[in-house]
């Protein structure tokens, strides 16, 4: 079963400093999106990306986030400068146009101190 | 804008007995899809089931069905025969279309199969 992976699994960093999780896709998947969870709390959307450009975003997106894919693989989402209130697990996930829905990756845990 | 509620923060259910989850959601869209996701204790998104708004016959994954009434905006989750692996938070979900736009979550179900 194809799977989405990302990387690292834990992180912490101080605040203000910048961080990148890091995702790779399902291999033929074009549609790519960022989600973050605050412990206790629901799954919100922050961006989708296709076609090498974001497609969609939330409000929570704001300038002090961005997203790339780097190469044919990768899908990247940076925080420039971390805040305390960004502490979450934040998911990728990925999906075809086809019926077998989304697929999420493990999450990444950022706990900001 | 779309809207998910679910309105249990939490149930539990006797292991080998039926527990069903409710979710009611808000849309002016005619086709969308509908999904509910499993996160267990380590918190990976696991996809349940998933519904197409324009088939009427309810989707149906093993233990898992749904009881999906579109004029009442209803999608609700059954699970037959528990079992203590289904211990998790339930999450509903709603996209406008399948595979290019974004979920919209409900705040979740937590369940509790008691052995």
């Known amino acids: 079963e194809p799977e989405v992976t990302q990387t690292p699994s834990h992180q912490v960093t101080q605040m203000g400093q910048e961080v990148i999780l890091r995702c790779v896709p399902i291999?033929?998947?074009?549609?790519f999106y960022w989600y973050r969870q605050i412990l206790g709390q629901k799954v919100e959307f922050l961006v989708s990306?296709?076609?090498?450009?974001?497609?969609?975003k939330s409000e929570i997106f704001d300038d002090q986030f961005s997203v790339e894919r780097p190469d044919g693989s990768n899908f990247t989402l940076k925080i420039r400068s971390t805040k305390l209130e960004d502490s979450a697990m934040y998911f990728c996930?990925?999906?075809?146009?086809?019926?077998?829905?989304?697929?999420f990756g493990s999450g990444t845990r950022l706990t900001v101190v | 804008a779309q809207t998910v509620t679910q309105s249990q923060p939490e149930m539990s259910v006797q292991e080998a007995e039926t527990v069903t989850l409710s979710c009611t959601y808000d849309?002016?869209?005619?086709?969308?899809?509908l999904f509910w996701y499993k996160q267990p204790p380590s918190r990976q998104m696991i996809l349940v089931i998933r519904?197409?708004?324009?088939?009427?016959q309810n989707a149906t994954e093993n233990r898992f069905s749904v009881n999906f009434q579109k004029a009442a905006k209803s999608f609700s989750l059954k699970i037959s025969d528990s079992q203590l692996g289904d211990t998790a938070m339930y999450f509903c979900?709603?996209?406008?279309?399948?595979?290019?736009?974004?979920?919209?979550f409900g705040k979740g179900t937590r369940l509790s199969v008691i052995a």
């Open positions: 996930a990925s999906s075809d146009q086809g019926l077998r829905g989304y697929t």
């Open positions: 291999s033929n998947h074009l549609y």
């Open positions: 990306f296709y076609n090498n450009e974001i497609s969609e």
């Open positions: 849309t002016s869209e005619n086709n969308y899809y």
């Open positions: 519904q197409e708004a324009y088939k009427q």
């Open positions: 979900a709603f996209s406008r279309e399948s595979g290019n736009t974004p979920l919209v």
